[in-house]
């Protein structure tokens, strides 16, 4: 059963330090998503791409974050400065329909920690 | 703002107990409401959405718009249910974004 990927599985980073984290979304999808989740706390929006371009961003996601689909298959979420209320569990997603009317498929997640 | 509640952090019942898991949610439109599952050391999933109507493992949840509420239900719990509950809404309009409840974590002990 094809799954979304994600790497790292866990990084460790210094405050200020840029981070990158990659996806994989399942291949046939359309919408691909980040979310959070810092500990103890909900799971939070980010971000949605759909057709090459950002279709809805949360108030978290400032201008020290930035997505990207280099290619056909990664989605890249990169945060320019880490600071120490970054870490939390980053979650990729992607959807064939959307999630609205469709599933949501997510990654294992990525576990920041920053320093 | 739309938002979602899951009053209960932790719940516990023995195996063969019903079980509900209470999510509230606040929002004045029409709403699409899912239940989301993590089981441990595996990633989260979909359980159910209300628009299928459907039963997952044993789980239904109905829609409740006068209470604004939508609930899990399982008439026999069984100790593989024992994860971490997510509700959480979407709405039609263009947003694309889910909500998520804080998660309720289901313990079913033998």
């Known amino acids: 059963e094809p799954e979304v990927t994600q790497t790292p599985s866990h990084q460790v980073t210094q405050m200020g330090q840029e981070v990158i984290l990659r996806c994989v979304p399942i291949?046939?999808?359309?919408?691909f998503y980040w979310y959070r989740q810092i500990l103890g706390q909900k799971v939070e929006f980010l971000v949605s791409?759909?057709?090459?371009?950002?279709?809805?961003k949360s108030e978290i996601f400032d201008d020290q974050f930035s997505v990207e689909r280099p290619d056909g298959s990664n989605f890249t979420l990169k945060i320019r400065s880490t600071k120490l209320e970054d870490s939390a569990m980053y979650f990729c997603?992607?959807?064939?329909?959307?999630?609205?009317?469709?599933?949501?498929?997510f990654g294992e997640g990525s576990r920041l920690t920053v320093l | 703002a739309q938002r979602v509640t899951q009053p209960e952090k932790l719940l516990s019942v023995f195996k063969g107990a019903p079980v509900e898991l209470k999510c509230n949610y606040s929002?004045?439109?029409?709403?699409?409401l899912f239940w989301y599952v993590q089981y441990s050391r595996q990633r989260l999933q979909l359980l159910l959405r209300?628009?299928s109507r459907e039963s997952i493992k044993g789980f239904t949840a109905d829609l409740n718009k006068g209470e604004t509420s939508f609930h899990l239900k399982k008439p026999f719990a069984q100790e593989e249910d024992s994860a971490m509950y997510y509700c959480a809404l979407s709405w039609q309009g263009g947003s694309e974004k889910l909500v998520f409840g804080k998660g309720t974590k289901l313990t079913v002990n033998p």
């Open positions: 209300h628009i």
């Open positions: 929002y004045s439109g029409s709403p699409e």
């Open positions: 791409f759909y057709n090459n371009e950002i279709s809805e």
């Open positions: 291949s046939n999808h359309l919408y």
């Open positions: 997603a992607s959807s064939d329909l959307g999630q609205n009317t469709g599933e949501l498929f």
